[in-house]
């Protein structure tokens, strides 16, 4: 057996109520042969993904969130539809499983995101780095 390093997950798809229902569960490991398995939860153990007649196929998947830790001073830039711009501090780094960091930063309802996800995000400002001044963008 070898350890799932990479995430994938086994997609399966029933019929319920008279309705579709999908599901996943993550693939734990590979066996010998290749075989993704999964956990049965009915039996306590490992089981080819590919066991049940509601298997539809593996896909890949993000590296899961494993920590957080304080944002640590960073900000983030966003640039308005105007050409000025508004800084914002950090309020954590999101740490994936595969060591890559995401910086975090919270909406105007207080909700965290992700800060490189925004459309208007324009860079990451470290602590003590002087302040962009908000100015009309020249390049239009």
Excluded at 51 to 66: A, D, I, K, M, Y
Excluded at 96 to 117: F, K
Excluded at 120 to 130: E, Q, Y
Aim: aromatic letters at 8%.
């Amino acid at each position: 057996m070898i350890p799932a390093r990479h995430p994938y997950e086994a997609n399966y798809q029933q019929e319920e109520d008279g309705r579709t229902v999908y599901r996943s569960k993550p693939v734990i490991a590979w066996d010998d042969e290749g075989q993704a398995l999964v956990a049965d939860e009915r039996s306590g153990r490992l089981v080819p993904a590919n066991n049940g007649r509601t298997f539809t196929g593996l896909s890949e998947v993000g590296h899961p969130v494993v920590g957080a830790i304080p944002g640590g001073g960073w900000g983030v830039r966003f640039k308005n539809s105007d050409g000025t711009f508004t800084e914002d501090p950090l309020v954590a780094w999101t740490v994936r499983s595969d060591g890559t960091l995401t910086p975090i930063d919270t909406d105007s309802l207080g909700e965290c995101q992700p800060s490189t996800a925004m459309s208007n995000f324009d860079g990451l400002v470290a602590p003590g780095a002087k302040t962009r001044t908000a100015q009309p963008d020249s390049s239009d």
